[in-house]
C-alpha cells in the first residue's frame, strides 16, 4: 500500500468529458488515484485561480486506492485543493487531460490542462498534460493507450528534470497509426481570431470570440509541424516567462 | 492625428481601481487613448479567455483622441476586443495596470494584468505591465510617475524586440525614494498555500484559498531580490513555455 504512487488525475473539460475517462482507464493500476475536475467545463481558464469565492467540493467516489471529486474550482484551483486538502499530501504525479482540442503551439497559454500542469510544476510534482487534436466530444482515443501508459510509467519511474512538465499532444485520429514520439518545441503559432456580432431579442449588441489557427513557424522541431505530420509531440515545459537572451541586452535607466 | 500612437489600456484590477487610473493620466498625453476594462476585478484571471458565454460591451466615454469601454470579459478578451472590434486595429501599444499588487516572481503566471501584456505579444505588439507591490485599494502610487512615462516612451520610440514584453514592477512605498530600474529574470519563488474551511448557514463546507509568498531563490539578478531591495523592476518576458535545454536531453520513444 504505502509504495504505491498517489496520482492526481485532473481536466478542464469537466468530470464528466470522455478524454478525462479514458486517461483514468488507462492509468488506474498504476497507483492510489485521486481525480479532482470541475464540474462545468473549464475550458480556457489558463491558470486562473479562485480568489475571489470560496470553492465547494464533493466526494462522489471513494472506494479503496481510488477517489472521485467534484469542485466548483479551475483546473489549477483542483491542483490545489488536491495538495493541500483532499490528497493531505503532495501526490507523485499530476495528470490532466485528455483534452478535447490540441494544447499545441500557442494553446499552451490558454489551456486549463496545461495550467494544472504547471500548477503542479511550481511545487515540485512531475506532472503530464495530454491533449488530442479533435475538440468534438466524440473524439476518437484509441490510439492513444500505449503512449500515455509508456510516458507516465517513464515519468514514474525517472522523474522529470527540476521545474520541468510535459505538454503532450496527440494528432486527430486518422487511418494511419501514428508515427512515434517527437521531443519537440513550442511552435510559435497563433489564432487569428474575429469577434462575431450579434444582437440579443432586446436588441443590445453581444459578442462570441471565433477564429482560426495559423502556422507561420517554418523551424523543423515544433510540436506543430510533428502533429500535422503524424506523430505524438511532447514539449518539456517551464513556468519561466523570461527571455533570458534579453536580460543583459535592455537598458531602461533614466537618461 | 495620423501620427498619434494608438495606446490600448487594460487592466485587471476593474475599470474603477485607482491603479488604473493612475496609468492613464500618466500617458494619456502620449498618444490616442482607447480603456477597455472589466466590471468587476478580474485578479488572479491569468491568461483565460471567455469562450462559453458571449461578451458585452459599453462605450462609457467618447472623446477626442479618448475613449472609454467597460466589458464583461477578462484582460485577456479586452485585449481582444481592442484588436478586432473596438480599435479597428492593431494598437501601437498595449500597457496594462498599474496592478495593485506585484506581479514579480511567479505571480506573473495567475496575473490578469500579465495576460493581457502577453496576449498582445502574440500579434506582435509592444506591450508593458506595471505592478505595484501593495493590494491594498488606497496603495501609494505617488512615486512611479517617472518610470511609467520613460519606460512607456523608451519602448514607443524603440519597440522591444520580437516576442518579448515587459513586466514592470514597483516596490511598496516607503520612506526611502526608488534606487533605480534594473533588468531582471523573473525568482523562482512561490505561494506557500492554505485553504481556510469554512461551514456555511446550511452546514456545508466551503474554502477559501489563502498564502503567503516565499521566495527561495538565491540567484544575484531575480525580480524578487531587487524588489526587496526598492529597485524598479523590468523581466522581459515571452510567451514560450519550451524549456529548450531539455529538448535534446529527453526520449520518450517507445521500448
New interface residues.
Given amino acids: 500500500m504505502e509504495n504505491k504512487p498517489l496520482i492526481l488525475i485532473t481536466n478542464d473539460d469537466g468530470i464528466n468529458a470522455p478524454g478525462l475517462r479514458k486517461l483514468i482507464s488507462i492509468v488506474k493500476h498504476l497507483g492510489d488515484i485521486i481525480v479532482i475536475a470541475s464540474e462545468h467545463?473549464m475550458?480556457?481558464?489558463?491558470?486562473?485561480?479562485?480568489?475571489?469565492n470560496?470553492?465547494?467540493?464533493k466526494c462522489i467516489t471513494n472506494e479503496p486506492n481510488y477517489r472521485e471529486y467534484l469542485t466548483t474550482g479551475t483546473p489549477?484551483?483542483n491542483v490545489?485543493?488536491g495538495k493541500?486538502?483532499l490528497a493531505g499530501r503532495l501526490p507523485d504525479l499530476v495528470l490532466s487531460g485528455i483534452n478535447h482540442g490540441s494544447n499545441a503551439a500557442?494553446n499552451?497559454?490558454?489551456s486549463g490542462t496545461m495550467?494544472a500542469v504547471?500548477e503542479a510544476t511550481?511545487?515540485g510534482v512531475p506532472a503530464i498534460g495530454f491533449s488530442l487534436d479533435d475538440f468534438s466530444q466524440s473524439a476518437d482515443f484509441n490510439e492513444v493507450d500505449?503512449?500515455v501508459l509508456?510516458?507516465t510509467k517513464?515519468v514514474l519511474a525517472d522523474g522529470l528534470?527540476d521545474?520541468?512538465c510535459l505538454?503532450v499532444n496527440f494528432p486527430k485520429r486518422s487511418d494511419d497509426h501514428y508515427k512515434?514520439?517527437k521531443?519537440?518545441?513550442?511552435a510559435?503559432a497563433?489564432w487569428v481570431?474575429?469577434?462575431e456580432?450579434?444582437q440579443d431579442p432586446h436588441g443590445?449588441?453581444?459578442?462570441?470570440?471565433a477564429g482560426r489557427f495559423e502556422n507561420g513557424d517554418g523551424r523543423p522541431?515544433t510540436d506543430q509541424k510533428a502533429l500535422d505530420n503524424n506523430y505524438v509531440t511532447?514539449?518539456?515545459?517551464?513556468?519561466?516567462?523570461?527571455?533570458?537572451d534579453?536580460?543583459?541586452?535592455?537598458?531602461?535607466?533614466?537618461k
Fill in positions: 467545463s475550458s480556457g481558464m489558463a491558470h486562473a485561480v479562485t480568489i475571489q470560496p470553492l465547494r467540493v489549477v484551483d490545489k485543493l493541500h486538502k500557442i499552451i497559454i490558454y495550467g504547471l511550481i511545487d500505449n503512449y509508456s510516458i517513464k528534470p521545474g520541468v505538454n512515434g514520439i521531443v519537440c518545441r513550442q510559435d497563433r481570431e474575429e469577434f456580432e450579434r443590445r449588441t453581444y459578442y462570441w470570440l522541431d511532447v514539449v518539456p515545459s517551464h513556468t519561466d516567462f523570461t527571455s533570458h534579453n536580460v543583459n541586452k535592455l537598458d531602461f535607466n533614466l
